[in-house]
């Protein structure tokens, strides 16, 4: 597993957020909630110590979730890999809890 993924500040609207996104110790990725609801367009990141980030997105939630996964696992002991969206679709909001 890569030790983080980096979303890039192009994918990313988030009011004042103007940097890259580093986000490390991931151990798990799925679209909408926990308890299994939710909008669509959300995507929600567990942490190592049972921290999680709600991502919310201007669609396509499930699409990123599997991009994270994938950024996740395609680069086995590698130091970070890069989640980019081609197809214009951003993250606007994240929630850490």
Known sequence: MANY???KAADVTVTDQTSDVLIGGIVGVFQGIANGTGA???FVILLEGGVSMLL???A???EWA???SSAVTANPGG???IVQNSTG???TD???A
């Open 60 to 62: 396509k939630g499930a």
């Open 40 to 42: 669509a367009n959300t």
């Open 5 to 7: 993924i980096k979303i």
């Open 79 to 81: 130091v970070m890999s």
């Open 66 to 68: 599997n991009q994270v």
């Open 94 to 96: 994240i929630v850490v």
């Open 56 to 58: 919310t997105t201007t």
């Open 89 to 91: 679709v951003n993250v």
